[in-house]
């Protein structure tokens, strides 16, 4: 099977880059041709043996393709970029133009039996006219549903070729439920498949077994996934032993005021700056705990790798978190329920405090129950992970192309 996959941003080490990643490496381990059509930044460099230079088309952003920054689905990203909404006319009319013509351009060289994009946005929707024969399955992850709200004349505009995708992946049945009150097309055409992790470098380590504990939070530095909240929380805790590592990055003004927030804890915390995902799994194999207060997730599959490698995790309950983790041990998911929030990913000035002194009393029980309890069951979160090693998912992703080619 000739599979090739397009994603409008590079396949790094965001959310969406390592599901992509992995869809590859797996899909050749099944005997599997891939390729890659991206759009990448100018200093992008191919993760080790992903894949063959021949085997890759991209478009080149702030080079000479666009001659501006990378347009990111979320609007905080680890490297400069585009806000889609601040799009000029003329800048999105290039933008289509150019990814267009990379399309058909991949099309033709690669001969694809079908056709994987990521995100319901703009080049699912031109990969849709360019090869209206093929079959397109696209996984939708949860930031193109914000980009329809923060951008709904462009939304307006790729609709009736979002309609006509042949399969739709969402990542839970609650983002199913949103993918079909957004676009009007038969519930059929849209299945359930999570994300996973990757077993050979999110494994069980050996715990420290100091008393301090080891906190992580691993993703971008920006309000919209909590780590502000996060960072305040922690300063009512400073009787208490323990160190937060911090893992990711940002650009811009977001990025510097966590940096600041996270210079206050001053020993307290660290910040790695990005990782690899062998250097993530081996951070988290150090740790007690992993902390993620977003305000707005798909699947975030670094909970998955986090509870893997040993980690209590807490995290805000959004609907795919609960989804998957609220049935499980309280011992070693904690899960925090949000108030109703002001836009979709920012809660109300009012909530600030009352969401701090609950967020900070939550690690404060978290803390002492790991002080008091020693390393959790390994059991219990092999239980909770065994469904979602990348081997399995690939095999369900598997299944919908053969479907779609029968």
């Known amino acids: 099977m000739k599979i090739l996959h397009l994603i409008s941003q590079a396949p790094d080490y965001t959310g969406s880059g390592k599901f992509i990643q992995q869809l590859i490496r797996q899909g050749a381990a099944n005997g599997n041709e891939n390729f890659l059509l991206a759009g990448v930044q100018t200093d992008f460099m191919m993760p080790d043996g992903l894949l063959h230079p021949d085997n890759c088309i991209f478009v080149r952003f702030d080079g000479p393709d666009l001659g501006f920054p990378i347009a990111g689905m979320s609007d905080v990203m680890p490297y400069p970029s585009t806000v889609f909404s601040s799009l000029d006319p003329s800048g999105l009319d290039s933008y289509i133009r150019v990814f267009k013509q990379k ?4 099309v033709d060289r690669f001969q694809p039996d079908i056709l994987h994009t990521h995100h319901l946005w703009i080049l699912s929707a031109l990969v849709r006219q360019a090869a209206p024969d093929l079959p397109v399955v696209t996984t939708c992850h949860g930031t193109c549903l914000r980009q329809h709200q923060l951008c709904p004349q462009i939304f307006e505009r790729i609709l009736p070729d979002l309609k006509d995708l042949d399969r739709i992946i969402a990542l839970s049945n609650e983002q199913k439920l949103r993918i079909t009150d957004t676009i009007p097309m038969p519930r059929n055409r849209v299945e359930v498949i999570s994300g ?6 999110f494994f069980h380590g050996t715990q420290p077994v100091n008393r301090r504990a080891e906190l992580v939070y691993a993703g971008k530095l920006s309000s919209a996934k909590g780590l502000p909240w996060l960072l ?6 400073k009787h208490l032993p323990f160190r937060l590592h911090i893992a990711g990055s940002a650009s811009g003004l977001e990025k510097e005021v966590c940096l600041k927030m996270a210079r206050d804890l001053g020993e307290k915390c ?8 062998s250097e993530l799994g081996e951070l988290m194999r150090k740790s007690h705990i992993f902390v993620l207060p977003s305000f707005y997730e ?3 599959l670094v909970l998955m790798e ?9 995290a805000t309950a959004l609907p795919g978190v609960k989804e998957i983790f609220d049935r499980h041990d309280s011992d070693l998911i904690h899960l925090l329920d949000l108030p109703a929030l002001e836009t979709i990913d ?7 405090p009352e969401l701090e002194s609950r967020l900070a009393d939550l690690l404060e029980q978290v ?3 790991m002080r008091q309890d020693g390393e959790p069951d390994r059991d219990a979160m092999a239980r909770i992970t065994r469904p979602y090693t990348w081997k399995k998912i690939y095999s369900r992703m598997e299944t919908v192309y053969k479907t779609l080619l029968t």
Do not use: F, N
């Open 103 to 106: 399309i058909r351009q991949a």
């Open 196 to 201: 996973g992790y990757d077993e050979t470098l």
């Open 232 to 237: 305040k929380s922690l300063k009512r805790l």
């Open 270 to 277: 660290i910040y790695h700056g990005m990782l690899s995902h």
């Open 298 to 300: 798909g699947l975030p």
């Open 306 to 314: 986090a509870l893997a490698c040993g980690c209590r995790i807490v």
């Open 346 to 352: 920012q809660p109300y000035k009012k909530d600030e």
């Open 367 to 369: 803390i002492c129950r």
